[in-house]
T-cell receptor
Framework: GQQVKQSSPSLTVQEGGISILNCDYE??????FAWYKKYPDNSPTLLIS?????DKREDGRLTVFLNKSGKHFSLHITASQPEDTAVYLC?????????????FGEGTKLTVSS | EAAVTQSPRSKVAVTGGKVTLSCHQT?????MYWYRQDTGHGLRLIHY???????EKGDIPDGYKASRPSQENFSLILELASLSQTAVYFC?????????????FGEGSKLTVL
């Protein structure tokens, strides 16, 4: 089954508004969480990540909230801009012995309308 | 700047044929990954490796083999290509900081199986 899920395939937000992207995960052994941004025909790039011992992390207009008891994390983008229009992929990471792997969600297509 | 290059960038293959996708990184990273991207599925992990001459199965390894002959190179091999393997394939690398969620992706390889 899908270990990391983004239940909303798409989201439309007005320019200047707050975009809230959500992600749920199943494995409580995940110990780091990340959000990637992907433009069409481009490769994903890391936006922001947090370790499991952190509830919240801010970076400019971006804030990640982690709710470990609810197995949920979210990305808030304030003052959304048309250039924020992209696919956003959440990911959760697992360290097992010598290996580390990142599991991605299905992606949410964010459209910021002007 | 991280550098991960994939070849070929685009390929058309026939059903039942053999396909090899190559990935080269100049980051001196230990970890390398192969993901496939399909609409509605985000990025799914096929195989990964954290040391040369060793590979690990990801979440969807069936129909794929991987080879890591050196730290810099990681190949994905489809011995008998099938229609369902039409997708965009991304290679990524990371250092031990994979534990922070930071992956560096290549440009992607678009595979069409006819």
């Amino acid at each position: 089954g899908q270990q990391v899920k983004q239940s909303s395939p798409s989201l439309t937000v007005q320019e200047g508004g707050i975009s809230i992207l959500n992600c749920d995960y199943e494995n409580d052994m995940f110990d780091y969480f990340a959000w990637y941004k992907k433009y069409p025909d481009n490769s994903p790039t890391l936006l922001i990540s947090v370790r499991s011992n952190v509830d919240k992390r801010e970076d400019g207009r971006l804030t990640v909230f982690l709710n470990k008891s609810g197995k949920h994390f979210s990305l808030h983008i304030t003052a959304s801009q048309p250039e924020d229009t992209a696919v956003y992929l959440c990911a959760a990471g697992l360290n097992q012995g010598g290996s580390a792997k990142l599991i991605f969600g299905e992606g949410t297509k964010l459209t910021v309308s002007s | 700047e991280a550098a991960v290059t994939q070849s070929p960038r685009s390929k058309v293959a026939v059903t039942g044929g053999k396909v090899t996708l190559s990935c080269h990184q100049t980051n001196n990273h230990d970890y390398m990954y192969w993901y496939r991207q399909d609409t509605g599925h985000g990025l799914r992990l096929i195989h990964y490796s954290y040391v040369a001459d060793s590979t690990e199965k990801g979440d969807i390894p069936d129909g794929y083999k991987a080879s890591r002959p050196s730290q810099e190179n990681f190949s994905l091999i489809l011995e008998l290509a099938s229609l369902s393997q039409t997708a965009v394939y991304f290679c990524a690398s990371s250092d031990a900081g994979a534990r922070t969620g930071q992956l560096y992706f290549g440009e992607g390889s678009k595979l069409t199986v006819l």
